[in-house]
């Protein structure tokens, strides 16, 4: 009888060793599954956010570009290339206005990507040199201020 007792003890042990290895093991998969998603998405943020720093100011360097040529001949060869790639880039930083977009909920940096966004746009918009470098140093501040609202979001 004694050795029934401890055959009964010996598999209730294991059992109940099995049954709290396996919760344990379940929660600590569900916490590495977590923190992979949570760090897949901090560095998709980042590339994207830091994409379209960057694109808003090649089209912040565009739109200046666009409004000097204009200046000088606005009927030029000068002027409609730089024209034409002005519009490119602002398509390039549409397309990443929308990741951000997408890879966020909130609204903090969403409304600092469209600050940025068109503050670069009026650039080219710019009536006299004086208004262009005030709207040119918006559009600097605008870049400057997305990246401080969305440096949270990636650290």
């Known amino acids: ?3 029934i007792w401890t055959s009964v003890v010996a598999v209730g042990g294991t059992l109940l060793g ?13 916490r590495s599954e977590l923190f992979a998603r949570s760090e897949a998405l901090r ?23 666009r409004w000097y040529r204009q200046q000088q001949d606005p009927e030029g060869r000068d002027f409609v290339t ?9 398509t390039t ?23 940025a966004y068109e503050s670069t746009r009026d650039v080219s918009t710019a009536q006299g040199g004086e208004e262009r470098d005030v709207l040119d140093a918006r559009a600097r501040q ?3 201020a997305f990246v401080a609202q969305a440096s949270p979001l990636v650290r």
């Open 142 to 144: 605008a870049i400057d």
């Open 43 to 65: 560095q998709e943020r980042m590339a994207t956010y830091s994409l379209f720093a960057a694109a808003v100011e090649d089209y912040r360097h565009g739109q200046a570009d």
């Open 1 to 3: 009888m004694e050795a």
């Open 18 to 30: 099995a049954v709290i290895t396996h919760f344990f093991q379940r929660h600590a998969s569900g």
């Open 82 to 90: 730089a024209r034409d790639e002005a519009h490119r880039l602002r």
């Open 93 to 115: 930083t549409r397309q990443v206005l929308y990741q951000v977009k997408l890879l966020t909920d909130d609204q903090g940096v969403v409304l600092a990507a469209e600050r």
